[in-house]
C-alpha cells in the first residue's frame, strides 16, 4: 500500500557543449581583435629663457622650416640647403608636402656628415602656424628614420632621431 519513495539523484551538470563553443569562440575574438600600438617620441622643448649661446654647435644645427608651402632645409644655421616645394594632388585640389625628396636631402646630408666623421644625431623641426599635426608628425618620422634597401631587404636607417620644436621664423618678406 505504501509505494517506497525515492531518493532523487544527484544529477552531474553537463558541460561539454559550453566547453567546446568556449574553444572555437576564444581563438575567433582574438583573431578578430585590433591590437593598438602606441609609439612614444621623445621631444625636447626649446630653451624658454631666450639666452642664445654662440658656440660652434649650435651654428652647426640641422634646422627643418615646415611652411603651408612647403618645407625648408636649413644646414648649417641659416644656410639654406633645399627649399621643397608642395606636391599638387592629381585633380589639383590639394596641396601636400613632399616627404620623399625632404628623405633624400636628409640622407645627403647624413651621407655628407658621416665623410666628415660627424656623428649628428639632433635636428630642430620649425612649424609656421598653420601647419596641420598630420604634416608635423611625418616630418618627424621622415627626419628620424629612412627606408633604404640593402641586400634586397627594406631597412630602417637612422637620420636624426633627438627632435627639438620650435616656431618657424617669418619669411622675408612676409607682412605681419
Known sequence: MFAKRREP????????????????????????????HISILELNLPDLTGAQTASAEENRQLEVVVRE?????????????????????????????????????????????????????????????????????????TLRAAKTVVVAEAVDVELFPEISLGDAPKKKGAKS
Request: no cysteine; hydrophobic share 45%.
Open 9 to 36: 539523484e544527484e544529477s552531474d551538470i553537463d558541460i561539454t557543449a559550453f566547453m567546446n563553443l568556449m574553444i572555437v569562440l576564444v581563438p575567433v575574438l582574438l583573431m578578430s581583435m585590433v591590437f593598438n
Open 69 to 141: 608651402s612647403g618645407i625648408e632645409v636649413y644646414y648649417p644655421s641659416g644656410r639654406l640647403v633645399k627649399a621643397i616645394d608642395n606636391i599638387k594632388s592629381e585633380d589639383g585640389s590639394e596641396d601636400r608636402h613632399d616627404f620623399q625628396t625632404l628623405s633624400k636631402v636628409l640622407q645627403e646630408i647624413k651621407r655628407q656628415l658621416a665623410a666628415k666623421n660627424i656623428a649628428k644625431r639632433d635636428a630642430l623641426l620649425l612649424s609656421e602656424a598653420g601647419v596641420t599635426y598630420q604634416s608635423l608628425v611625418s616630418t618627424m618620422d
